[in-house]
């Protein structure tokens, strides 16, 4: 079982919402690169290791969750398969940039905060994903006019499914293919 921080520090994705999640990525999964930003207990990256994900790097600033993270690996015997980076998020750009390319980023930043809007439009994603490369995002739902889609897309991208569960708000990028919005 999935060990994760106790309190407050970080907001575990519910199972409900982190099937949802993978469900959708289910096909693109098997050997391929994911990026786990702000990975609190490393569930969603860890998830994608099971369902045949070949490798994941985990980004996560609190050491005491990365303590979490790299129990959870050692639990389920995975060290072959996974890297830790404890860095902010500010960061880390640099250390990435050296990894070869993911086929996914999943990203679940603190509720509110702007981590969004600030990856999706200030980040080179083109240069850290491959040419199929998508981006996965769960933020807080975003509501009032002109919030339905989620967080606009980063160059080169488009808005393929947005899903709401809750106060949450799934919304999956691909690069340059017509946007298609599920409701």
């Known amino acids: 079982m999935i060990q994760s921080l106790p309190g407050t520090e970080t907001r575990p994705t519910t199972e409900r919402l982190r099937q949802a999640w993978l469900n959708c990525l289910q096909m693109g999964l098997h050997d391929s690169r994911v990026l786990d930003l702000f990975s609190g207990s490393g569930a969603l990256g860890l998830e994608a290791l099971s369902r045949g994900a ?26 072959d398969q996974a890297k830790i980076i404890i860095k902010k998020i500010e960061s880390v750009l640099p250390e ?28 080179p994603l083109q240069d850290l994903l491959t040419e199929k490369g998508k981006i996965c995002v ?7 006019p002109g919030k339905e889609g ?19 708000q799934l919304t999956f990028y691909e690069r340059g293919i017509p946007a298609v919005l599920k409701e």
């Open 96 to 123: 990435l940039s050296k990894e070869p390319p993911f086929d996914f980023i999943l990203m679940d930043p603190p509720y509110n905060e702007g981590y969004e809007e600030k990856v999706l439009q200030t980040w």
């Open 54 to 79: 070949a490798f994941v790097v985990f980004v996560e600033s609190n050491p005491k969750a990365a303590a979490v993270i790299q129990q959870n690996i050692k639990t389920l015997g995975v060290q």
């Open 150 to 168: 989620g967080y606009a897309a980063p160059p080169e991208f488009k808005i393929t499914r947005d899903e709401r569960y809750g106060d949450s």
């Open 138 to 144: 769960e933020s807080a739902r975003q509501k009032g």
